[in-house]
Nanobody
């Protein structure tokens, strides 16, 4: 599975961005599709994930501001980011885990990773 993330950019605090992650090489409809981020000097952290059939789940830091959606027919997952804050600045990565409907939040549980897309929020 290859994952290609896109949609990053520079946005003012309070603004919105929508990231996309397109999968190729295999249908990922049975996978959990997650988003992570890594800020400069910090460890990569979980943002949220869309399970195969159950509702998405999110890190507390983005809950209520970020929304994950997926369309299996397009092999794509999106991350809608609203009310962006300076501290959301990071490289955002999409990832796929062969866990179906389980709650998957740790990096080792994900089998495939995209290359990352930079999100910069100006204060």
């Amino acid at each position: 599975v290859q994952l290609q993330a896109s949609g990053g950019g520079l946005v003012e605090a309070g603004g919105s961005l929508r990231l996309s992650c397109a999968a190729s090489g295999r249908a990922v409809g049975s996978y959990t599709l997650g988003w992570f981020r890594q800020a400069p000097g910090k460890e990569r952290e979980f943002v949220g994930a869309a399970r195969r059939t159950s509702r998405p789940y999110y890190a507390d830091s983005v809950k209520g501001r970020f929304t994950i959606s997926r369309e299996n027919a397009k092999n794509t997952v999106w991350l809608q980011m609203n009310s962006l804050k300076f501290e959301d600045t990071a490289v955002y990565y999409c990832a796929a885990a062969a866990y179906g409907d389980a709650t998957v939040m740790s990096i080792p549980q994900y089998d495939y990773w995209g290359q990352g897309t930079q999100v910069t929020v100006s204060s």
